[in-house]
Every structure is written in C-alpha cells, then in structure tokens.
C-alpha cells in the first residue's frame, strides 16, 4: 500500500520542484538547484521509492530493538548537550528541523490511529508497546524517506523544502493507510476496544520526556 502511494507522490514532487525551478528562478553559482532536484526525482523515483520500501521492511526483522537507532532523539540530545554544539553541522540542523516538524505534525494528526496500531501489534508478538517499533510510524516512514534521499545529493535548501512537501502531501493523508489497518485487526479480536481506552485514559503508552 505504501508503495502504491509513494509512486504517485514522486511524480507529484517532480511536478512540483520543476514549478518552484520556473517561478523562483532559485541559482546558486550558476545552478539552478530546484530543476537539478527534479532531473534527480524524475530519474531516481523508482529507486528512492524502492530505497524507503527496504528500510521500512528491514524495520519488521526487530520490532523491539534492545538499542535505540532513533536518530533524531539522539540528535536533540545531542543539540541539548553543550559541550557538542559545535560538532553539529548546518546541514545537519536543518535536516534534523525539517524532519521533526514533519514527524511532530505526523505523530499530533494521527496519534489515535498510531497508538492503535502500536498497541494491537504489540498484542499480536506478546511485547511491551512502550518498547516496539512500529515499521510504519510516521517517525519511521519520515526517517526512511530521509535516508533514501541521501544518495540523490540534492542541495540542502531544496531537501528542505521536499521534506515540507512530504509531511503535508504523504504524511498528511495516511489514515487512509492507518484506519484500515486498525480495522483489520479490530475485527480479528486484536484489542478491539483500544480506541475507547486511549479515549478514556488520554494514552495507554509512557510518555517520552522531551
């Protein structure tokens, strides 16, 4: 399902930097960085789409990992810490920013539909939620479109912007993705009333500290 969707919004995203490329007339030392973005988006979609599908299924081989890979809490603990300001590059910073804002708003739009799923997975392999890993969490989808990306070298202004376009064009429309899923499980006595119960309890899973 995920696949089938994330073709479309290549295309979308070409459409897209190719009218940024014409309106904005953005050049850097003579290049122009938002049409060298969507040569890149037109010719790899297939192989980004491909890069994020392997990542998200290399998620389900540990759905309760012992180590945390949670690269952006590693980078606000990082970002927190004074003595490693300095070792925290620009790119860095603005990726990690443009990442959490679409992760935040992810995770605020669909938080019933995610802890849902969290907890009826966690049911079905017996683990606690507070420990599992979703492979589709909008932290997980956003981390692997992220690294798909990478070998594309698109410039960092425009990365940006593609990371925006992804939380409000991909990001956004996921209960289409996550409601029938919840269904599914729903139906198969997978904690059929746990929406009730987050309703009731505002959340049945440990809250993070920031």
């Known amino acids: ?15 897209y930097l190719q009218d940024l490329s014409s309106r904005l007339h953005q050049q850097l030392g003579g290049r122009n960085w ?14 980004i789409v491909a890069r994020v599908i392997k990542q998200l299924q290399s998620y389900f081989q540990d759905l309760t990992p012992r180590i945390s890979d949670d690269q952006f809490a590693q980078f606000a603990k990082k970002r927190d810490s004074v003595d490693d300001l300095d070792i925290i590059g620009t790119r860095e910073f603005e990726d990690y920013l443009a990442i959490d804002r679409m992760v935040t708003a992810g995770q605020e739009q669909h938080r019933l539909g995610l802890e849902a799923l969290t907890v009826r997975t966690a049911e079905l392999i017996g683990a ?12 997980q989808i956003s981390r692997a479109f992220q690294q798909a990306l990478r070998p594309e070298d698109i410039a ?10 992804f939380a409000d064009r991909f ?3 996921l209960d289409g993705y996550y409601e029938p899923l919840n269904e599914m499980l729903a139906e198969a006595d997978v904690r059929p009333r746990v929406e009730a119960e987050i309703r009731m309890k505002g959340s049945l899973l440990e809250q993070e500290d920031d």
């Open 1 to 15: 399902e995920l696949e089938r969707a994330l073709h479309p919004f290549m295309a979308d995203l070409n459409a």
């Open 34 to 47: 938002y049409f060298e973005a969507a040569v890149a988006i037109r010719r790899k979609g297939d192989a």
């Open 128 to 139: 606690d939620p507070n420990k599992l890993r979703l492979p589709v969490h909008v932290r």
């Open 156 to 165: 960092p202004n425009v990365q940006t912007q593609i990371f925006d376009y």
């Open 171 to 173: 990001i956004r429309q």
